[in-house]
């Protein structure tokens, strides 16, 4: 698995991780929290960088954290590799997540106005 596809498991896992937590296998993001948790276990070191990037989803330094903590598990153990890619792609080919240069935009709930979008060059005016 490419760097930048390891970095981008782990935004996704940071910036929806509090979803997936609590709606279990139900969220989108859910299937992939569940093996990353799984693998790295309860009160490891590296449970606590995934807790930490999911308490602080907007510190990017956290994320890069956890994409490290991801490599390293992933060169340790190839069958999570493997399964870490595989559900990944399953998620990049339903679209729940984005690749490279790829946009995915989710909203759920109700609003008035929601803007979703990409590149943004300007002001957007109700």
Same mark, same amino acid.
């Given at each position: 698995?490419?760097?930048?596809?390891?970095?981008?498991?782990?935004?996704?896992?940071?910036?929806?991780?509090?979803? #997936?937590?609590?709606?279990? #296998?139900?969220?989108?993001?859910?299937?992939?929290?569940?093996?990353?948790?799984?693998?790295?276990?309860?009160?490891?070191?590296?449970?606590?960088?995934?807790?930490?990037?999911?308490?602080?989803?907007?510190?990017?330094?956290?994320?890069?954290?956890?994409?490290?903590?991801?490599?390293?598990?992933?060169?340790?153990?190839?069958?999570?590799?493997? #399964?870490?890619?595989?559900?990944?792609?399953?998620?990049?080919?339903?679209?729940?997540?984005?690749?490279?240069?790829?946009?995915?935009?989710?909203?759920?709930?109700?609003?008035?106005?929601?803007?979703?979008?990409?590149?943004?060059?300007?002001?957007?005016?109700?």
């Amino acid at each position: 698995m490419e760097d930048q596809v390891v970095l981008a498991v782990a935004t996704a896992l940071s910036t929806k991780g509090a979803e #997936a937590l609590a709606a279990g #296998a139900r969220s989108a993001i859910g299937s992939l929290f569940q093996l990353v948790r799984a693998r790295f276990g309860a009160e490891t070191q590296e449970s606590a960088v995934l807790d930490a990037a999911i308490e602080h989803p907007q510190e990017r330094w956290r994320q890069a954290a956890l994409a490290s903590a991801l490599a390293d598990v992933m060169a340790r153990d190839p069958d999570f590799a493997a #399964a870490l890619d595989e559900e990944w792609c399953r998620l990049s080919r339903a679209g729940v997540v984005a690749v490279q240069g790829q946009v995915v935009n989710h909203f759920s709930g109700t609003a008035g106005k929601v803007v979703q979008a990409r590149d943004v060059q300007g002001d957007i005016i109700f």
